[in-house]
C-alpha cells in the first residue's frame, strides 16, 4: 500500500513539536548534554611593563638626587619592569639653548657645554648604578629630545665643531642604554613613543586642547602612543 505524502506545512509542525520536547527536556536536566570540543584559546602574550620617564633635564645647577631615586625604585621592582623609555630632554643642554629656533641666546660656550655634559652623564650613570647589579635588567631606551637635538643644530650651522662636540659625549651607549633620534618613532608591544608628534609638513611638535586628541586626529591608527616635551599630564 503505497503511503500518502504529508503535507509540507504538517511536517513542520511535527518538526516544531519535536524541537520544543527537546528543548522543555534539556532544561528539565532529562536530556544528556553531547560533550563539546576542546576550546583552545588565543596564546597568552605575556605584556612587559612599560615605565615611562618623561623629560628629566639634567642640569649642572641641580643636583641628580632623582636619578638615583628612580634607579633604586627599578631595582626594587625588577620583577615587574620589562623596559624603560626616557622621553627625550634628558639633558637640559642650556650652553646650546642659542641653537634653538627664534632663539636669542647665547652661541656656544665650551666651558658651560662641557658642564651640561657632565651633569647629563652623572644623571644616567646614578640610575644605572643600582640596574646593572641585576641579574635580570630591564630593557633600557632613551629618545632624543629637542634639547639634545640643540648638539646637531648646533653642527649644522658651525661645521668646524664636528669632532669636538657630539651625541657620543653623551656616552648613553656606553652606559648600555639604547636611543633613538629626535622625533623617531619607536613602536615596542604595540605602544608608538616619540618626543612629540609634529604638525605635519614641520618641525613643531603638536598644539591644541588636548595633544592627545590632536595626534589621533592627524595621526589616526589603532594604535596607543606616547611622547613628552609638553611637560603637562594629558590623555
Request: charged fraction near 30%.
Amino acid at each position: 500500500m503505497a503511503l500518502k505524502p504529508e503535507v509540507f506545512l504538517d511536517r513542520d509542525i511535527k518538526e516544531a513539536k519535536d524541537f520544543r520536547l527537546r528543548s522543555k527536556s534539556r532544561i528539565s536536566g532529562d536530556w544528556d548534554l553531547r560533550p563539546l570540543r576542546k576550546y583552545r584559546g588565543p596564546a597568552k602574550k605575556t605584556r612587559r611593563v612599560h615605565l615611562v620617564v618623561g623629560d628629566s633635564h639634567a642640569h649642572p645647577d641641580v643636583p641628580n638626587y632623582r636619578y638615583e631615586a628612580l634607579g633604586k625604585f627599578v631595582a626594587e621592582y625588577a620583577d615587574k619592569i620589562g623596559i624603560v623609555v626616557f622621553m627625550g630632554d634628558q639633558a637640559d643642554m642650556p650652553s646650546l639653548m642659542g641653537f634653538d629656533k627664534r632663539s636669542l641666546g647665547p652661541l656656544f660656550d665650551g666651558r658651560r657645554y662641557h658642564r651640561d655634559i657632565d651633569a647629563a652623564v652623572d644623571a644616567m650613570a646614578r640610575f644605572i648604578e643600582p640596574v646593572r647589579a641585576l641579574r635580570k635588567q630591564p630593557k633600557i631606551l632613551a629618545l632624543m629630545g629637542n634639547h639634545e637635538f640643540r648638539i646637531e643644530r648646533c653642527l649644522a650651522e658651525e661645521p668646524r665643531f664636528r669632532g669636538v662636540i657630539g651625541y657620543e659625549d653623551l656616552m648613553l651607549e656606553d652606559l648600555g642604554i639604547e636611543t633613538a633620534g629626535f622625533l623617531e618613532v619607536v613602536s615596542i608591544d604595540g605602544i608608538r613613543y616619540c618626543h612629540y608628534w609634529k604638525s605635519p609638513g614641520s618641525e613643531r611638535a603638536l598644539s591644541g586642547e588636548t595633544i592627545g586628541r590632536s595626534s589621533i586626529l592627524k595621526y589616526p591608527g589603532g594604535y596607543s602612543r606616547i611622547c613628552g616635551h609638553s611637560h603637562r599630564f594629558d590623555w
